[in-house]
């Protein structure tokens, strides 16, 4: 790659996944993966292997399964066991990248890890070097980088590459850094580390001040070839910097940065639903590039500038991004052929079976409402395209409420392993809660719900509305969607949807 490519590192499995609620299941995160690999990461974090048997699995699947396509990435700490874990889950992939991280600010070193400096050196060289005996592509990252006294760190980071580390991470783990001084954290160590121009210089920045963007944009600025980043900014507490908007960022203003990625920034609003979707983790409808009105213009003056040249007010282009518009698409008399195209053009490849089902949906949404926008159909598609278990089915649904009457509901469903059917009828304290009281009993799972959230795909009266549910199964939690122009029936196929993960995840652990 030449210099003047910056390599995108994508954290959302790893650094992304530890965020609160934000856990996923093997197939989710392979889905994700494969997802990543189309929009064109040069590097996925696959996981911590270390940290857990599902950790591992999802690691080393993930390096059979894309290891020849993208490399694969697992995180260590600098001990024996860990590094030994991340190559045993990485060794199949054929490309790969052990990752080791030690803190290095005082910090850390007093109350964390109680080590002098020198031991920290020891260690950085001794564990860089055990992972390179394993593999040619080795990152070191010094954590706290952003707090630890700079003389210190071009001595560890010296250290390192001296060990053989290819990669230099410099991690703002707190998201303590501004723009000004993280440039000049990556330009100190380039100008006064004597062996750095054998390491690529990496940034690593947490938006707890709101500022991930802006710093790993003055790194790179500063010469730093390496960003990582996480879908949606997914991550712990403010999250991690958003790729989309890092990618974009570079692309708009190449003028100023003059280097690229290689991303395919068409996929990065479908990665974005993914990422929401399986991690139940709305994106703020404000939020740039994709939010969904990232590219909404209200003000009268800009839509009238807009319709003279659309350049007077947007800098980049909805498509440039795969977002998908509020375009009157389709009707009730929109045949299967039409609705193909319309699918296809969307970015869907479906099975013949997948198409049918979804094809019915549409169908059954168009007998209820008059105009289907591209919207209306992505929400479709996302109930159905994705590897989504789906032990029950619901076949019917009756509820009843009003004022001064017991909401009450009686769900009817479909074992789709047995061919059993069964029903049965709730109260509650309002008609939803009614629906989550029947489909409980009917399956005997009784969970907890923790969150609910209800919004609308399009616009109009009759716009489809989509529910969101987040429930714990003890200590797993699990997130289901619905959409349905009535939100009693979406949350009912949301509740059910989060049952049935919670189902098969039972399953997989053999209980
Ligand atoms: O934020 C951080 O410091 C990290 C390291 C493990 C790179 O995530
Ligand atoms: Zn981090």
Known sequence: MGDDVIRIFDTTLRDGEQSPGCSMTKSEKLEVAGALVDLGVDIIEAGFPI?????????????????????????????????DRAWEALKEAEKSRIHVFLATSAIHMQYKLKMAEEEILRRTSEMVSRARNYCDDVEFSPEDASRTDLDFLCQVVETAITAGATTVN????????TPNHYYNMIRTLKEQVPNIGQAIISTHCHNDLGLAVANSLSAVEAGARQVECTINGLGERAGNASLEEIVMAIRTRADFYRVRTNINTTKLVPISRLVSNVTGMRVQRNKAI?????FAHEAGIHQHGMMQESSTYEIMKPQDVGFVGTNLVLGKHSGRHAFRERVQSL???LDDETFQKVFDDFIALADKKKEIYDADIVAILDQRSHHVPETWTLLRLHTSAGTGTIPTATPELKNEETGEIRRDAATGDGPIDAVFVALERIIGFPVKLQEFDVSSVSSGKDALGEV??????????????????????????AYLQALNKAIAARKNEGE
């Open 347 to 349: 970015g869907y490849s």
């Open 51 to 83: 940290a857990s048997p599902g950790d591992f699995e999802s690691v080393r699947a993930i390096a059979e399964k894309y290891g020849d396509q993208t490399v694969i990435c697992g995180l260590a700490r600098c001990i024996e066991a860990d590094i």
């Open 468 to 493: 969101v549910v987040t429930i714990a199964d003890g200590s797993r939690i699990h997130h289901g969607k619905g959409v349905s122009t009535d939100i009693i029936e979406a949350a009912a196929r």
């Open 290 to 294: 994709v939010g969904q009105n990232a």
């Open 170 to 177: 410099i991690p703002d783990t707190v998201g303590y850094a």
